[in-house]
């Protein structure tokens, strides 16, 4: 079992940026991709972005393509989320999310994006971007 705690959620205006981590326990963190999702108020939950076990491959959400990065720190068990450029329709809460399917491929065709493809998620950290 995975128990993910997610951090760095704030309040910053627009073009601002914004750090998000997410801390997993563990041992097994390295087996995991893992995913940033996140659900504004009276949203769907979304897919934002994946990152395979090695953190060799990367996949993102169209929206968000160009302004965040997700990277993940195996050793220190972290998964985290550079936001840029932030807008208001970035806010949200964000939770980062644990799955057990490969992804394996640069172009992201296999990354999963919903989230019945995750099996542990984080309780979230909330983004709030002002104009």
């Known amino acids: 079992q995975v128990q993910l705690v997610e951090s760095g959620g704030g309040l910053v205006q627009a073009g601002g940026s914004l750090r998000l981590s997410c801390a997993a326990s563990?041992?097994?963190?390295?087996?995991?991709?893992m995913g940033w999702f996140r659900q504004a108020p009276g949203q769907e939950r979304e897919f934002v972005a994946a990152?395979?076990?090695?953190?060799?491959?990367?996949y993102y959400a169209g929206s968000v393509k160009g302004r965040f990065s997700i990277s993940r720190d195996n050793a220190k068990n972290t998964v985290n989320l550079q936001m840029n450029s932030l807008k208001p329709e970035d806010t949200a809460v964000y939770y980062c999310?644990?799955?057990?399917?490969?992804?394996?491929?640069?172009?992201?065709?296999?990354?999963?994006?919903?989230?019945?493809?995750?099996?542990?998620w984080g309780q979230g950290t909330q983004v709030t971007v002002s104009s």
């Open positions: 999310a644990s799955s057990a399917r490969l992804f394996l491929s640069s172009s992201g065709y296999d990354a999963p994006q919903t989230d019945a493809e995750y099996n542990y």
């Open positions: 563990g041992r097994t963190f390295s087996s995991y991709t």
């Open positions: 990152i395979s076990r090695s953190g060799m491959s990367t």
